[in-house]
Nanobody, 125 residues
Framework: QVQLVESGGGSVQAGGSLRLSCAVSADIYSRNRITWFRQAPGEERDGVAA??????????YYDASVKGRFTISQDNAKTTVYLQMDSLKPEDTAMYYC????????????????WGQGTQVTVSS
């Protein structure tokens, strides 16, 4: 059973925008933290943005490198979490993953038990 499916990646020029989608299966959507991670070749997987599907569980979080450029949001009817990426830079090039979890520091990949397959984002200068 596939529980997280990412889509929306592609190739854009610097300054452009993309919107990534993470379709979350209904059985895990509620009361989880959904986080977008990214991983460039040879680098660690880093947290980009996170939200709790039930807002009373916690805040929205952004990594400092994307704050003000990326926006995470949710559509409960579609059980989907989005990552709107604006003012893209070449250093945003990476494979982007969404993950579901509950505890621990949001930025730490070890705190997530369910992962999608990833979608590639490439930003050219």
């Amino acid at each position: 059973q596939v529980q997280l499916v990412e889509s929306g990646g592609g190739s854009v020029q610097a300054g452009g925008s993309l919107r990534l989608s993470c379709a979350v299966s209904a059985d895990i959507y509620s009361r989880n933290r959904i986080t977008w991670f990214r991983q460039a070749p040879g680098e660690e997987r880093d947290g980009v943005a996170a939200l709790y599907t039930d807002p009373d569980m916690g805040d929205i979080y952004y990594d400092a490198s994307v704050k003000g450029r990326f926006t995470i949001s949710q559509d409960n009817a579609k059980t989907t979490v989005y990552l709107q990426m604006d003012s893209l830079k070449p250093e945003d090039t990476a494979m982007y993953y969404c993950a579901a979890g509950r505890g621990g520091y949001w930025h730490n990949a070890e705190n997530y038990r369910i992962w999608g397959q990833g979608t590639q984002v490439t930003v050219s200068s």
